[in-house]
């Protein structure tokens, strides 16, 4: 149990899932752990608020997205 990714390290896992909080979490989380970018690694990233911060983020910041899915509820 930790804050984030901060006892992680880069090879104790090849997927990352981080969902339900703000883009702007997310990207916190993210920034603390700068091995997530090398891509060796899956990220599934799940923004409730602030996707378009947590989108610049990464765009900014050497990562690449493959494939983005929008869903409504209404």
Known sequence: LCNGLCNFQENDADTV???GMGGE???EILSAAPWTSNGKH????QPMTRNEKLRMFL???GYQIIE???VAVH
């Open 68 to 70: 983005e899915c929008f």
């Open 17 to 19: 899932f981080i969902c």
């Open 59 to 61: 765009q900014e910041n």
């Open 25 to 27: 979490l997310i990207s």
């Open 42 to 45: 899956k990220l599934i990233l």
